[in-house]
């Protein structure tokens, strides 16, 4: 129950085009929900997140989806540049604790 | 978002040994977080540190192996305690500040 699963695992996308990564869980429990960014070498970076109260955000080319009752959330980049080429992991928190518990992650590659 | 200091960035150490890896934060957090990651993997968490009191280890982490200082609201130490290779990993610290959680860069750790 503590799980958050995260497709696809790896994902190829030619610039300009749409990148969409998603994430599902199952307990209800969690109240924040944030995707990170990580390159080669760096620590992961937090790119944008979201609480159950807002079906969608949008910050810049990045936007989540957040489905409630489906207990599913997706990351969409718009117009994918080659400079978004990253590891992206999902998570989540809550529950009792202030724990965030990742997905497994997604090596996203933009090609020229 | 709170700057995080982690050091060393990198170390290649003899099995059997200990290192002793730090985080030091720029402003005063109550809760902070190591993890894991091995290569190409994602994000485990190992412990969670509170200023004046005790760690407190997920499931699979012992404190005989990863013992945890947190003397101070900007400061915490991990140990990573009798190496084997098995212990090559990254490990990161993580604080939860108004930004959400902020990770440091990550101590690269190689056990030969």
């Known amino acids: 129950q503590q799980q958050v699963k995260q497709s696809p695992q790896s994902l190829i996308v030619q610039k300009g085009g749409i990148s969409i990564i998603n994430c599902a869980y199952e307990n209800t429990a969690f109240d924040y929900f944030p995707w990170y960014q990580q390159f080669p070498g760096k620590g992961p970076a937090l790119l944008i997140a979201?609480?159950?109260?807002?079906s969608e955000k949008k910050e810049g080319r990045f936007t989540i989806s957040f489905n409630k009752s489906a207990k599913q959330f997706s990351l969409h980049i718009m117009d994918s540049q080659p400079g978004d080429s990253a590891t992206y992991f999902c998570?989540?928190?809550?529950?009792?604790?202030?724990?965030?518990?990742f997905g497994t992650g997604t090596l996203l590659a933009v090609q020229p | 978002s709170a700057v995080i200091s982690q050091k060393p960035s990198r170390d290649i150490c003899q099995r059997g040994t200990s290192l002793t890896i730090q985080c030091q934060v720029d402003s005063q957090v109550t809760m902070m977080f190591w993890y894991r990651q091995q290569p190409g993997q994602s994000l485990t968490l190992i412990a969670t540190?509170?200023?004046?009191?005790?760690?407190?280890?997920e499931s699979g982490f012992v404190i005989d192996k990863f013992p945890i200082s947190r003397p101070n609201l900007t400061f915490s130490t991990l140990t990573v305690s009798n190496m084997s290779p098995e212990d090559s990993s990254i490990y990161l610290c993580s604080v939860e500040d108004a930004g959400g959680y902020t990770f440091g860069s990550g101590t690269r750790l190689t056990v030969v």
């Open positions: 979201i609480r159950p109260d807002v």
């Open positions: 540190a509170n200023q004046g009191s005790e760690a407190t280890y």
């Open positions: 998570a989540a928190r809550g529950g009792a604790t202030n724990k965030l518990i």
